[in-house]
Nanobody, 121 residues
Framework: QVQLVESGGGLVQPGGSLRLSCVASGSIFSINGMGWYRQAPGSRREKVAAVTSGGSTNYADSVKGRFTISRDNAKNTVYLQMNSLKPEDTANYYC???????????????WGQGIQVTVSS
């Protein structure tokens, strides 16, 4: 079994900052890409940011320059530092990881349960 558990969400005023964390645990052999997605009510889930095992990153245009994704491979953890938050960043944020489980020859996609981020005055 593998679990992804997010933390760090909440309510913040426009212009504020939050840092999301996601820890992967279980029978993990290795982790390829990790990333963050978000879904607002009535909208499709969209990719926010991703980071490879080697540290290469990419971002949605809407968050470039404001959000920073990073990972700690030793801790199987991915972070999302969100600065200059806007009301349109309000959404449920989901952690994603592409994981090789111990004893398996192919990777699987895993998702966290989601965490709410609300940007409002």
């Amino acid at each position: 079994q593998v679990q992804l558990v997010e933390s760090g969400g909440g309510l913040v005023q426009p212009g504020g900052s939050l840092r999301l964390s996601c820890v992967a645990s279980g029978s993990i052999f290795s982790i390829n890409g990790m990333g963050w997605y978000r879904q607002a009510p009535g909208s499709r889930r969209e990719k926010v940011a991703a980071v490879t095992s080697g540290g290469s990153t990419n971002y949605a245009d809407s968050v470039k320059g404001r959000f920073t994704i990073s990972r700690d491979n030793a801790k199987n953890t991915v972070y999302l530092q969100m600065n200059s938050l806007k009301p349109e960043d309000t959404a449920n944020y989901y952690c994603h990881a592409d994981i090789y489980r111990t004893g398996h020859s192919a990777p699987y996609d895993y998702w966290g349960q989601g965490i709410q981020v609300t940007v409002s005055s």
